[in-house]
């Protein structure tokens, strides 16, 4: 086995996901298949039940499962396709041990730390490393937190074994305080100490800060680290993350790592990547204001990004792509300011949970809809599409999802049949429809002319569809069912025949972007708005 772990110190936030993808990157155009696994210390057993805000986006891979937003950093930046087997919780690795114990798998053994939950824990790595070159293992949080102690130590046990076949990378933060005007090394002095008294000896640093690492303070590192500073990398803050590889790459990073493993490099053919980056730098022919009704982008006095990732990273691939700038307003639903849509050029109601926002959701739709805007709609997005077009171009006053309101006459969205028992159940951990259901589409319709395919694959994360019984008086009023399940039950998309592009989809097709590989629906749906504005 060969295998790279990551840590972070200092801060969180630092990036981890994102310089592991791009080493990952790297490393790939060296003919290496290369395999992601993310530990994250938490107990939760997957990321699907936890708040958006305080933990970022929700990905949901093909299989089905609900990741943390990294898996959508390793999709994206390797165009590899993530599963189960690429993530371990603290929950996960506990609820294995407790179960193996009740199985009896441990032939009575008092049941410990150490050495079951460590080891079940290298089970799943090598589980994860299995079929590939090269492993790299994200240790989740900062290095000093308690609760991921336990993959460190993992980590230690593991050294011993696999020796040279072990590269530790340590990405550290080196703050720039304005009233210093200086770098500061010591904070990354110790998060080493806190890696060291852990029997963790990084052979490689990345610095993460506003500028490149200078030599005085590489060896103050060095000194301080035993890390020698040829080993000393920097991760300068840029203006896209999409040049983080590059970064790396211009500082031989992945030689070094290649070195350190004993594995040969050759001379790498990156012009693919350089020429999308080359696209992101490309002066813009118009900026698009494109507004996001959300809810789940505030928190205090800041507005989080991380809660829609995919989404941002759809648009922006499919701007750059079409060679227009993008300025992202974000409309808050549960406060809708009419000025505010005003200067919108077209919308997203990306997917949502629960009956906060969700009036203002759909008064931005309808704004999209009679104002002639583009509108997407992502799951939510699409069910309150759906309300909306029932109560204000059907006439059906009362109609609403029943998440919104399980008691009404005029549920447009129904709950799933095998949902209900589960919601009755409270069985709310991975037991929506998840992961890539097929869908076919309706050759005359605007998805068909964005896909060019008579049967797609997307991946869903959801409870609630459209009712079929109002199929019908929404067919007499001039929508189109254009996408619908293999078996024609499930309504996947609608979209408004009269109107430059108003399409709702019941998937989340912003999981399948790739930087390479714009997403079509988000590529035509920037296209409409560019065409919309005039400026082609
Ligand atoms: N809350 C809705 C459902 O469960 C939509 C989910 C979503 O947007 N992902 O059906």
């Not at 805000?53 to 929700?58: D, L, N, P, Q, S």
Request: aromatic share 10%.
């Amino acid at each position: 086995m060969k295998l790279i772990f990551i840590s972070g110190g200092v801060i969180s936030g630092i990036g981890k996901g994102i310089s592991a993808a791009s080493i990952g990157l790297l490393l790939e155009k060296h003919s290496l298949k290369v395999s992601f696994l993310k530990c994250d210390p938490y107990i939760n057993i997957d990321a699907g039940t936890m708040n958006p805000v305080e933990h970022g986006e929700v990905f949901v891979t093909d299989d089905g499962y609900e990741m943390d937003m990294d898996a959508g950093h390793y999709e994206r930046f390797m165009d590899i396709t993530i599963s189960h087997k690429n993530s371990i919780t603290t929950g996960q690795i506990y609820s294995q041990v407790i179960q193996n114990e009740r199985n009896l798998k441990y032939d009575g053994a008092c049941v410990e730390v150490i050495p079951h939950v460590r080891d079940e824990i290298i089970r799943r790595i090598k589980e994860a490393y299995k079929g590939s070159d090269l492993l790299i293992i994200e240790i989740g949080g900062t290095i000093g937190e308690y609760q991921n102690d336990i993959y460190y130590e993992a980590e230690r046990y593991l050294k011993q074994i696999l020796k040279d076949d072990l590269v530790h990378i340590h990405i550290s933060y080196l703050p720039i305080p304005s009233s210093i005007g200086e770098m500061k090394t010591k904070p990354t002095q110790q998060s080493v100490i806190l890696l060291n008294q852990r029997g963790i000896f990084p052979n490689i640093i990345i610095g993460r800060s506003q500028e490149h690492i200078d030599t005085p303070r590489r060896k103050k590192i060095a000194i301080a680290t035993n890390v020698s500073d040829e080993n000393i990398f920097s991760n300068m803050d840029v203006s896209s993350i999409y040049k983080v590889p590059i970064q790396f790459y211009d500082q031989k990073l992945d030689l070094k790592i290649l070195e350190l493993l004993n594995i040969k490099g050759k001379k790498i053919n990156f012009e693919d990547w350089e020429n999308f980056v080359s696209k992101i730098e490309s002066k813009p022919k118009s900026i698009l204001n494109i507004g996001i009704v959300s809810k789940y982008h505030n928190s205090g006095k800041f507005s989080l990004e991380d809660s829609y990732v995919s989404v941002i990273e759809s648009i922006k691939i499919a701007c750059w792509e079409s060679g227009v700038g993008f300025n992202i307003i974000w409309v808050d639903s549960e406060n809708i300011d009419e000025k505010e849509l005003e200067k919108c050029d077209s919308f997203i109601v990306p997917g949502g949970f629960g009956t906060r926002g969700i009036e203002g959701k759909i008064k931005a739709i309808q704004y999209a809809r009679e104002n002639k805007k583009p509108y997407l709609g992502l799951c939510l997005g699409m069910q309150l599409a759906a309300v909306e077009f029932a109560r204000n171009v059907c006439g059906i006053k009362d109609a609403t999802s029943e998440e919104i309101d399980i008691k009404s006459k005029n549920k447009i969205i129904h709950i799933m049949p095998d949902q209900e028992k589960k919601l009755l159940n409270k069985d709310y951990g991975a037991s929506m429809r998840l992961g890539l259901w097929e869908c076919v589409l309706d050759k005359k319709s605007r998805a068909y002319k964005a896909y060019k395919k008579d049967v797609i694959k997307e991946r869903h994360r959801h409870r609630y569809e459209f009712n079929n019984d109002y199929k019908e008086i929404f067919e007499s009023k001039g929508m189109l069912f254009s996408g619908r399940s293999p078996e024609g039950e499930l309504v996947e998309i609608m979209e408004l025949k009269e109107h430059p592009f108003f399409i709702g989809v019941q998937f989340h097709p912003e999981f399948k972007t790739r930087p390479l590989i714009p997403h079509p629906l988000f590529l035509e749906f920037i296209l409409s708005t560019i065409k919309n504005n005039g400026t082609i």
